[in-house]
């Protein structure tokens, strides 16, 4: 037997052991080159780095996403007039209390919503006088009878005091079985829709291109129409003011929701915007689209009875 015997049945065995695991695997050998571990940046890479652009201008991930165009048809926008008839009609059966504390209610947490988002923009160096149409300076009048010259943010932040303090006061709005109402019920809810009524008008007044931004227009003008209806029900507003919130109203609603059912159909309808002083385009679902697209919105008419009963 030869000195290196053992040595080559050593490496037969090790062969054979190769050759029977991995006889059909095809190994290759990586390029170091071409892996991205070890590649080197390229100069136009080293010169605009990922990212670069966004710490230039300072703007962030969400900043540069594609914004929704204002004019997209969102839920607000398919209210049209008679549907807010039929919804804001007293239902059968309901006390005509009840139905104004449910819609006077609601309509303060729609306001109150809407003026949440202009707080950083209402300021009192930017607003420092409250105005809406039809009065270019309003004074905040107190429990006492003192009249305030306040500015836009502190007179909506007392309109919003008064309204949250009525709404806990079971004596205006009873939540319990066998309350009834108050008979001067009526009167402070005159107050509060007309209150109301003041804040939706500065929105639109002062802050209607900050609401385009926010794309919250179709909002405001539903909550405005909302606002119209119960007035023109209840007799909430003298004629004056009544007049003056209907014309604005009509500025603000898109044309064709204010047309019968039978000039409007699927499509595009061209509006003119009033206060962009320019034509824009709406899109109105078909009745069988099934979607209406837009934005998340609360729902407007979310009624419950605040007088509970059996």
């Known amino acids: 037997m030869s000195s290196d015997g053992p040595f080559s049945r050593v490496r037969s065995s090790f062969d054979y052991w190769r050759k029977t695991l991995f006889g059909s ?42 914004k929704a ?44 919503a809407l003026c949440g988002t202009i707080t950083e923009l209402c300021t009192a160096e930017n607003c420092p006088v409250m105005s809406y149409p039809g009065t270019s300076k309003a004074y905040w009048t107190d429990d006492r009878g003192k009249r305030h010259q306040y500015s836009a943010q502190q007179y909506i932040d007392c309109v919003m005091t008064f309204c949250e303090r009525s709404r806990k ?13 108050e ?19 500065h929105l639109y007044t002062k802050h209607w291109d900050d609401l ?23 007799a909430l507003l003298d004629s004056k003011e009544l007049a003056i919130l209907n014309n604005t109203v ?22 003119y915007d009033v206060a962009e002083g320019n034509f824009s385009r709406w899109r ?17 008419f979310s009624c419950k009875p605040y007088s509970q009963t059996c």
């Open 25 to 66: 695997c095809i190994i290759i050998k990586a390029d170091p080159s071409r892996s991205s571990r070890h590649r080197k940046p390229d100069a136009k890479e080293i010169r605009n780095p990922p990212g670069a652009s966004l710490k230039k201008t300072g703007a962030s991930l969400s900043q540069v996403k594609k």
């Open 69 to 112: 165009p204002s004019s997209e048809l969102c839920v607000a926008d398919s209210f049209d007039d008679q549907m807010l008839d039929r919804l804001t009609a007293i239902p059968y059966g309901m006390e005509r209390n009840e139905w104004l504390a449910t819609n006077t209610l609601a309509l303060f947490e729609h306001v109150n």
């Open 169 to 181: 006061n079971e004596s205006l709005f009873p939540t319990k079985y066998g309350y009834g109402f």
């Open 183 to 201: 008979p001067h019920f009526e009167v402070h809810c005159r107050r509060m829709i007309r209150l109301l009524w003041h804040c939706c008008g």
């Open 212 to 234: 385009a931004t926010l794309n919250l227009r179709p909002q405001c003008s539903l909550v405005l129409a909302h606002i119209t209806r119960i007035a023109k029900m209840f």
């Open 250 to 271: 009509h500025l603000v609603r898109p044309p064709y929701l204010q047309e019968p059912p039978a000039k409007r159909g699927g499509g595009t309808v061209v509006n």
């Open 284 to 300: 109105v679902p078909a009745s069988k689209s099934g979607s209406w697209g837009g934005h998340p919105t609360p729902t407007i």
